[in-house]
C-alpha cells in the first residue's frame, strides 16, 4: 500500500438470501453501507448508507434483522442515484481508493449483476476490490471462518462488532483489516473484474477441469456478448463462450461457458435459473471434454487462415440466394461495399458444392458489426432480406464440422475467398443427395393444398409431402417435400425462397431449405400423425418397407400389420389419417389382403404427377381393402386404463372413415 491509499469497506444488502450466497436468488439490492478508512494516516472518515428502491417484497424476518420497512424501501432512492452518491463519497475521500468487502458475493453476485439488470453504470473502483476473508486466511490459514465468517473473524481478533446494520458490518471490516496490517500482513494485489468479453480462440494453456459450466435453455438469437453479460461480476477466459448447434446448423439453446478459475465456475453455478431477457436459464456443470468437443484449440490455425486478422466481430447471415453459381462478391455487392468486402465474406456451402444460404461476415470492430446485426436485413435488392445474428469462431467450426469439412485429425489451411467444396478436407466418400425441400415456419392449420399452392411452378416435381404434426393433430410448423432430383430441389428453393406463404391464417415469409431423404424420413417417425402420401411414402421407401414393422413397433399398442395389397405405380393411395402414439409410433393400421367384394368399391386416386390443387382427379376401379374390426384392438378396459393415449374421439374419427371410405 502507498502513502495515500484508501481502504473503502463496501456492504451490500438484499431483499433475499443474506451471507455466502447471497444474489444466488436474483434479488435486488435494497441497501448499501459504505465507510473510507487512509491506510497511513490511520484517519477514519464518516461512513454513509443509502437505501435502495425496490418493488419487491421484504421479509418480515429480514426487516427485523437489519430494520428496513417495506415503506422505507419503496421510497428509496434508485439504484443510478444511489450509486452516484457513492460515486460522489468516493471523490471527496480522494487518493488511491481500493474497495474490500466480506466475500466476494457483495461486488460479484450483487453489484454488478443488479447493475446490469436495472442498465446502471458503475465507476471504475467497483472493477477491483480486496476480500477480506482471503486476506484472514492468508494470515490465519487455520482459523475455520466458514460459517458467520465477519463474526469468527472479528472474535478471533478481538474486533469489537458495532450492532448498526450496514454501517456495522462496513466498520468491522476495516477494524479487522487494520489489525492484518499493524501485524505485518501486505495486502494481495486486487481481484479484478471483467466487464467485457474478450473475443478470439482460447489459449493453448490447460483447462481446468472445474471451470465449464453448459447453459440451457438461451435464447437462439442470444450472442456470446449476451452470455458474458449474464454472467457480469464474473470472470470468462478468451473466447470461453461456445453456442452449441443442431444438426441444421441452428442454434439450439445450448453453450458452455469456460470461467478462469473453478471459484468463479461455483458461483456461476449459483445463478441457476436467472433469467436473460424473459427466459430463465438453467446452468449446469460440464466437463473439458464437451468444451473442447465445441471449441478445439487444433483449429486454430485454420480460423486464422480463413478469418482476416484482427477481425474478431464475426456476424451470421441467412437467407442468401442459394445460387450454385453465387460468390463472395456477389454477396459483397447484395450487402453493399461500403459495409462489406469480398474478402470478409465466407460463404457456407454443402460438400457437393451449392451454398446453404448461409454465411459469415467479419469485421474489424464492434461498430461496424452492430451496425449490420441491427440493419434489419436490408440489402441492395429489394427482393432479398437477410436475417443477421452475432456469432464467433468455435461457431464457424460447428457449421463447417456439421457440413462434413473438419474432422479432429484434420487441420486444413485455405484462403477465406477460395470455395469451400474445392477444399481437400476429406470429405465423404458420398454424400447424401440433398433432394428434398424443408418448409419451416408454417401456421398450425397448413394443408398439403396449400403447399402445392406455395410451391406453383415446381408443383409438377413433386414426389411426396408430408407435414409434421404434434399430438393436437395441428402441423408444427415444419414439412417436408420430396423432390425427383438434388437439382430441382435447388431449383424450387430458389424459386421459393423470397415468396410469400399463403394459407387461411394470412400471407407469411417461411424459411426453404433443401435436406436429405434421410432427414425427412426421421421426421416421418418422429410425427404424431401420418398424412395418407406420407404413409404411402413410407410404405414405397425401399430401404423401409421390409424393416418398418420393426423399425416402428408400438411400445403400448399391438404390431402394426401393414397391407399386403400394392397400388399402382406412380398413384398414390390416400388412406386415412395414420395414428401415432406418443412415441411417434403406429398405434393401428388396416389390415388383410384385398379381397373381392360382391360390388365394386370406388377407391380415390390421385397420379403423383397431377398433385395440384387444380389438377383433375383421377378416379379408378380397384377392389377395396378389407377393414378390420378396431373394437379388438381398442376395447373398453384399454381406454378406461389411459392406454388409448388421444382418448374414445380417435375410434369414432376411424369407425367414420370406415363407414364414409368403404362400401360392404
Not at 453501507?33 to 454513509?48: G, R, S, V
Not at 457440413?403 to 484434420?410: I, T
Request: glycine share 6%; with cysteine; charged share 15%.
Amino acid at each position: 500500500m502507498g502513502d495515500n491509499d484508501v481502504l473503502v469497506a463496501l456492504h451490500i444488502t438484499t431483499s433475499g438470501v443474506q451471507g455466502q450466497y447471497m444474489g444466488s436468488d436474483e434479488k435486488e439490492i435494497i441497501h448499501i453501507a459504505y465507510q473510507a478508512l487512509n491506510i497511513t494516516t490511520k484517519h477514519l472518515h464518516d461512513a454513509e448508507d443509502t437505501i435502495i428502491k425496490s418493488e419487491q417484497n421484504v421479509t418480515s424476518s429480514l426487516s427485523a434483522d437489519t430494520g428496513l420497512t417495506q415503506h422505507a424501501i419503496e421510497n428509496g432512492l434508485p439504484l443510478q442515484d444511489a450509486i452516484n452518491k457513492f460515486n460522489l463519497y468516493l471523490g471527496n475521500v480522494g487518493g488511491n481508493i481500493r474497495l474490500i468487502s466480506d466475500g466476494p458475493a457483495h461486488i460479484r453476485q450483487c453489484l454488478h449483476p443488479d447493475a446490469v439488470r436495472r442498465n446502471c453504470v458503475l465507476p471504475a473502483v467497483c472493477n477491483t476490490f480486496t476480500d477480506a476473508r482471503k486476506e484472514f486466511q492468508a494470515r490465519y490459514p487455520g482459523v475455520d471462518i466458514r460459517s458467520n465468517a465477519l463474526q469468527a473473524m472479528a472474535q478471533h481478533l478481538n474486533v469489537e462488532v458495532d450492532r448498526r446494520h450496514g454501517i456495522g458490518q462496513a466498520r468491522c471490516i476495516l477494524e479487522i483489516a487494520l489489525k492484518l496490517l499493524n501485524q505485518g500482513h501486505k495486502l494481495s494485489p486486487p481481484e479484478v473484474i471483467c466487464t467485457k468479453f474478450i473475443k478470439g480462440h482460447c489459449t493453448s494453456n490447460p483447462i481446468e477441469d472445474e471451470s465449464v459450466v453448459r447453459l440451457r435453455g438461451l435464447p437462439y438469437q442470444a450472442s456470446d456478448h449476451e452470455v458474458a453479460r449474464f454472467f457480469r461480476g464474473l470472470n470468462i477466459v478468451r473466447g470461453g463462450v461456445v453456442l452449441c448447434l443442431n444438426p441444421q446448423n441452428r442454434r439450439n439453446g445450448l453453450a458452455y461457458v469456460r470461467f478462469v478459475s473453478q471459484e468463479h465456475r461455483d458461483m456461476a453455478l449459483q445463478r441457476h435459473r436467472h433469467h436473460l431477457g424473459n427466459r430463465y436459464i438453467e446452468v449446469f456443470t460440464a466437463t473439458v471434454q464437451e468444451f473442447i468437443s465445441h471449441a478445439t484449440a487444433a483449429l486454430i490455425n485454420y480460423y486464422n487462415s480463413i478469418v482476416p486478422n484482427g477481425a474478431d466481430f464475426i456476424v451470421r447471415v441467412r437467407g442468401l440466394p442459394q445460387d450454385k453459381d453465387l460468390s463472395e462478391k456477389d454477396v459483397a455487392l447484395l450487402i453493399g461495399e461500403d459495409k462489406i468486402t469480398e474478402e470478409n465474406v465466407l460463404i457456407l456451402r454443402h460438400i457437393e458444392g451449392t451454398p446453404t444460404g448461409e454465411g459469415f461476415l467479419f469485421f474489424y470492430n464492434e461498430e461496424e458489426a452492430g451496425n449490420m446485426v441491427n440493419s434489419g436485413g436490408n440489402t441492395t435488392s429489394p427482393d432479398v432480406k437477410l436475417g443477421t445474428s452475432w456469432s464467433n469462431k468455435p461457431e464457424i467450426q460447428q457449421a463447417l464440422s456439421q457440413l462434413g469439412y473438419l474432422s479432429p485429425s484434420v487441420t486444413p489451411v485455405a484462403p477465406l475467398n477460395q470455395s469451400l467444396s474445392a477444399l481437400s478436407l476429406s470429405p465423404p466418400a458420398s454424400p447424401p443427395a440433398r433432394d428434398c425441400v424443408h418448409l419451416k415456419g408454417l401456421s398450425p392449420n397448413v394443408t398439403e393444398n396449400d403447399i402445392l399452392n406455395f410451391l406453383s411452378g415446381c408443383h409438377t416435381s413433386v414426389l411426396w409431402t408430408h407435414i409434421h404434426y404434434n399430438p393436437k393433430r395441428k402441423c408444427n410448423g415444419s414439412a417436408y417435400v420430396q423432390m425427383p432430383s438434388a437439382e430441382e430441389a435447388i431449383r424450387c428453393c430458389n424459386e421459393c425462397s423470397q415468396k410469400f406463404f399463403t394459407d387461411c391464417t394470412g400471407s407469411r415469409m417461411i424459411e426453404v431449405s433443401p435436406c436429405t431423404h434421410e432427414e425427412m424420413i426421421s421426421s416421418v417417425r418422429s410425427s404424431y400423425f401420418l398424412t395418407h402420401s406420407s404413409y404411402t411414402m413410407l410404405l414405397n421407401t425401399a430401404n423401409l418397407t421390409a424393416a418398418a414393422p420393426q423399425l416402428m413397433q408400438p411400445r403400448m399398442y399391438m404390431q402394426p400389420q401393414f397391407p399386403q395389397f400394392s397400388p399402382a405405380p406412380g398413384l398414390i393411395y390416400y388412406y386415412p389419417t395414420i395414428p401415432l402414439n406418443g412415441y411417434g409410433n403406429m398405434m393401428a393400421i388396416p389390415t388383410a389382403a384385398p379381397t373381392t367384394p360382391a360390388t365394386a368399391n370406388i377407391i380415390r386416386y390421385r397420379t403423383a404427377t397431377t398433385m395440384a390443387p387444380t389438377a383433375p382427379t383421377t378416379y379408378m376401379t380397384q377392389p377395396a381393402p378389407e377393414m378390420m374390426d378396431y373394437s379388438t384392438v381398442y376395447t373398453a378396459n384399454q381406454a378406461n386404463s389411459g392406454i388409448d393415449y388421444f382418448g374414445n374421439s380417435m375410434m369414432q374419427d376411424f369407425k367414420h372413415v370406415q363407414h364414409a371410405a368403404y362400401t360392404q
